[in-house]
């Protein structure tokens, strides 16, 4: 698989995030899991994406599991962002609040490499910007751990541009990473345009849309119970047979380009350019393959600007609002 710059990071054009291997997406199997992450690897996928808050803690511990021995092959990111002292593995309900502080975030990193397997971290993000902790002294905390050797790169996720000019002016950042689709374009505005100024690279997550767009359910009754999507706005009730109709044009495009709606989709993000290093999730070696198929999938100028002209407006917010109260802060 080609090879895509995160600012001076090397990692292939497709990620992996494994959030859904622990968490929010229902059951887990942690077998097919840990040969997902191994097919990745054999695929040419090296860029593993993971956080303290997926399970929580247990999503560290199975990348961990699924990488030893060949640890070095891979390129691991993880994220800190709420308390983890009295979190019980597995137990959401657990986690405690945002916390930014320079404490907070030399104690998040031990757990983290406790949990990993390892001694270094390639990525390091903080997953929510905590609003009440200036960011210059989060980002300065995250910078001692580049001195010593437990970091190697920096990344925010979901913050404002204010906040990741100021953060890069206290170290380089690496990477942003924020939500960015077919249906969630939003970043186009000013955060992508400012992580390029910067020399900045960006990490779309959910660039299926959560499965939607790949086209994975036919109703929302096919959701598991547990599925955090059930709550998700997008996937709910006029929201979802709106949204239908952004899925029926991809699949019309998708058959004509002899391709999968997924393909289509994780094309279209790869398409926006150079600096974009998709992370779609996947818990099942089959859609893995179907995802990393993407990278040869060529768009014309004509397919990008009919893709543009012709996909409906997406229904509904990305997130709940106690979810969205956390984004672009």
Known sequence: MEKRQLADLEVSALGLGCMGMSAFYGSSD????????????????????????????????????????????????????????????????????????????????????????????DLYYQHRVDPNIEIEETVGAMAELVKEGKVRHLGLSEAAPETIRRAHAVHPITAVQTEYSLWTRDVEAEILPLCRELGIGFVPYS??????????????????????????????????????????????????????????????????????????????????????????????????????EELPEVSGERYAPDGMATVNL
């Open 207 to 308: 660039p299926l849309g959560r499965g939607f767009l790949a086209h994975r359910f036919s109703s929302p009754d096919e959701i598991d119970e547990g599925d955090f999507r059930r709550n998700n706005p997008r996937f709910q009730g006029e929201n979802w047979r709106a949204n239908q109709r952004i899925v029926a044009k991809l699949e019309e495009i998708a058959e004509e380009k002899g391709v999968t709606p997924a393909q289509l989709a994780l094309a279209w993000v790869l398409a926006q350019g150079d600096d974009i290093v998709p992370i779609p999730g996947t818990k099942r070696r089959k859609y893995l393959e179907e995802n990393a198929a993407a990278v040869d999938v060529e768009l014309t100028d004509d397919d990008l600007a009919r893709i543009d």
């Open 30 to 121: 942690e077998e097919e899991a840990i040969a997902t992450i191994q097919r990745a690897l054999e695929l040419g996928i090296d860029f593993l994406d993971t956080a303290q808050l997926y399970g929580p803690l247990t999503n560290e511990e199975l990348v961990g599991r699924a990488v030893k021995g060949k640890r070095d092959q891979y390129l691991i990111a993880t994220k800190f962002a709420r308390r983890m002292d009295d979190a019980t593995p597995g137990d959401m309900s657990s986690t405690g609040p945002l916390d930014g502080s320079a404490d907070h975030v030399k104690r998040s990193i031990e757990g983290s490499l406790k949990r990993l397997g390892t001694d270094y971290v």
